[in-house]
């Protein structure tokens, strides 16, 4: 007996689908990947990265995680973001928060939520960093929106300090890095015109 019958059936149609409008899609897709683009997003099940973008599989890298943290000890995201640069050659890092963020509002909801809270201590960071620009604005909701961008900001910050990027950076070839971010309640990107293409843009980021 299958499990979730429903799943492999939507599956089923899916491939269909694709195939009727590409009869070679699956066989080239097969062959390898050569995506342009590495995305760092949460793993929220409402911000399914290629959709949103309207791009097809194989055409964007995608790695996910709680929050959309960078952290330079996350040998996961390490080992993605080196694949990615080194192996695929990619030449934009989107690094794609959302607003609404459960993992956001986790972090500074002062009550315990067990191993994650290990995970959020990197946000509460940034919140105690920005705690003065946050305390001014008295609307909660609004509060929260300007923590999830500026916790976008702090991992475009450490995405390129990244050794893989940095080393990438020296050797003159093209990598951009963007901080986006996605509303939920009407499906737009926005992006927040943070984007970095070199060391000497870093620097002037972290000023």
């Known amino acids: 007996m299958k499990v979730l019958p429903q799943l492999f059936e939507n599956n089923r149609k899916w491939a269909n689908q694709i195939t009727k409008s590409d009869p070679t899609f699956f066989q080239k897709l097969s062959q390898q990947q050569s995506p342009e683009l590495l995305w760092i997003g949460c793993s929220d099940s409402r911000v399914p990265a290629n959709q949103i973008v309207g791009l097809l599989p194989g055409e964007l890298f995608v790695h996910r995680n709680v929050a959309n943290l960078v952290i330079h000890t996350d040998m996961n995201c390490l080992s993605v973001v080196q694949y990615?640069?080194?192996?695929?050659?990619?030449?934009?890092?989107?690094?794609?928060?959302?607003?609404?963020?459960?993992?956001?509002?986790?972090?500074?909801?002062?009550?315990?939520?067990?191993?994650?809270?290990?995970?959020?201590r990197h946000i509460r960071d940034i919140y105690r960093k920005h705690l003065d620009e946050l305390m001014c604005i008295t609307d909660k909701d609004k509060q929260m929106d300007?923590?999830?961008?500026?916790?976008?900001?702090?991992?475009?910050?450490?995405?390129?300090?990244?050794?893989?990027?940095?080393?990438?950076?020296?050797?003159?070839?093209?990598?951009?890095?963007?901080?986006?971010?996605?509303?939920?309640?009407n499906g737009i990107l926005l992006d927040l015109g943070v984007c970095i293409s070199s060391a000497e843009e870093l620097k002037e980021l972290e000023k």
């Open 84 to 120: 990615a640069v080194e192996v695929l050659k990619i030449k934009h890092i989107i690094v794609c928060g959302h607003y609404g963020c459960g993992g956001i509002k986790a972090a500074i909801d002062n009550r315990p939520h067990g191993l994650i809270d290990n995970w959020l």
């Open 146 to 185: 300007r923590l999830c961008e500026l916790n976008i900001v702090a991992q475009v910050m450490n995405v390129g300090n990244m050794t893989t990027v940095q080393d990438a950076w020296e050797k003159g070839r093209p990598l951009s890095i963007h901080g986006w971010i996605y509303g939920i309640s």
